[in-house]
């Protein structure tokens, strides 16, 4: 199933992330401890789609991130994006927990775990069975199960035909703010909300006429659909504290500007600046501040890998330029 971003540090921001799933035995429709709610609400199919908006990059799920020996670089821009292969689901196991945008996953919700599209950031999937489609708000990341490429939420795997079957052949088209008229216009209409009878009045005073019934009157009533969940994406702000990555250090203001050019030429995985601080006689080139250890030794080994480099995790401290 899905799982959280930054190697365990996003991994235990989302529940997914954690430790995959086995699947039902002999080869069941979810996973075995996973599933669907212990009550569907008869208005699943009514649950309007995700409408994408302009939203801020998330400041930290969207780094390079490493699951099960795998390293992943998320997307940060506005490119683009289409691929297809098979949608799972995720259910009432991680129905209320937080997601890698550190908002509270919600069954009911129409989003989605994506291993590389940016969070938060929105996607059309079709159904390539029968054409249905949905658009979900990608808040995020996962699957990491072989050959998924995108984990749906409860309402959308119901509302794209595979929650019963557990998964299916989609495509996934990233679509953005500036689609969502198109998309609204090509939507098909919401399924029809039965007819509710409303009790028959009292008879009127006086015997009814002989050979007639009572009239009975029968109004329609359309049920108000869903509204759609409110969700804000935390843009989480520089902290003075946590951990930096020093990846040199110079007497020279000069030659830390240089060296901090260079490197960043050479790591065009990598979405964040790098910064020049001074502290004294030294001016050091660093990145950060990330919040937990592992955060930071995950990028510092992506790094490693790619440089030669071995950067030097240390604690924040004033700094000035």
């Known amino acids: 199933m899905r799982g959280p971003a930054l190697v365990l540090v996003l991994l235990l921001a989302a529940a997914c992330g954690s430790t995959p799933p086995k699947p039902a035995p002999g080869g069941g429709k979810y996973y075995a401890d996973d599933g669907p709610p212990e009550r569907v609400?008869?208005?699943?199919?009514?649950i309007p789609d995700a409408v994408p908006r302009d939203e801020p990059?998330?400041?930290?799920?969207n780094r390079p991130y490493t699951v099960f020996g795998r390293t992943y670089v998320p997307l940060v821009n506005d490119d683009a994006y289409r691929e297809r292969g098979l949608a799972s689901w995720y259910g009432r196991k991680f129905h209320g927990q937080k997601t890698s945008s550190?908002?509270?996953?919600?069954?009911?919700?129409?989003?989605?775990?994506?291993?590389?599209?940016?969070?938060?950031?929105?996607?059309?999937?079709t159904n390539l069975k029968d054409g249905r489609s949905v658009v979900v708000r990608v808040n995020d990341r996962g699957p990491f199960h072989e050959g998924r490429v995108i984990d749906l939420s409860y309402a959308a795997a119901a509302k794209l035909g595979i929650a019963g079957p557990g998964s299916g052949p989609v495509e996934v088209e990233r679509v953005f703010a500036r689609d969502?008229?198109?998309?609204?216009?090509s939507a098909p209409p919401s399924a029809p909300v039965p007819a509710a009878p409303?009790?028959?009045?009292?008879?009127?005073?006086?015997?009814?006429?002989?050979?007639t019934a009572p009239p009975v009157v029968t109004a329609l009533v359309q049920a108000p659909l869903p509204k759609p969940a409110t969700v804000e994406t935390p843009v989480v702000d520089r902290e003075p504290g946590g951990l930096y990555l020093q990846l040199g250090a110079f007497s020279s203001a000069e030659n830390a500007v240089a060296f901090r050019d260079r490197?960043?030429?050479?790591l065009p995985w990598l979405h964040e600046p790098i910064e020049v601080?001074?502290?004294?006689?030294?001016?050091?080139?660093?990145?950060?501040?990330?919040?937990?250890?592992?955060?930071?030794?995950?990028?510092?080994d992506k790094i490693r890998r790619t440089l030669?480099?071995?950067?030097?995790i240390t604690p924040a401290r004033p700094a000035t330029r």
């Open 180 to 185: 969502a008229m198109r998309l609204a216009s």
């Open 198 to 211: 409303l009790p028959a009045p009292a008879p009127p005073p006086g015997p009814a006429p002989a050979g």
């Open 57 to 61: 990059y998330h400041r930290y799920a």
């Open 41 to 46: 609400p008869d208005d699943v199919a009514a």
């Open 308 to 312: 030669d480099l071995a950067p030097l």
């Open 102 to 125: 550190g908002e509270v996953y919600d069954m009911f919700a129409m989003t989605a775990a994506h291993k590389t599209l940016p969070i938060p950031s929105y996607a059309k999937v």
């Open 263 to 266: 490197v960043a030429g050479e």
């Open 277 to 300: 601080a001074g502290a004294g006689a030294l001016h050091r080139v660093r990145l950060g501040p990330y919040r937990t250890r592992e955060e930071a030794e995950a990028i510092a």
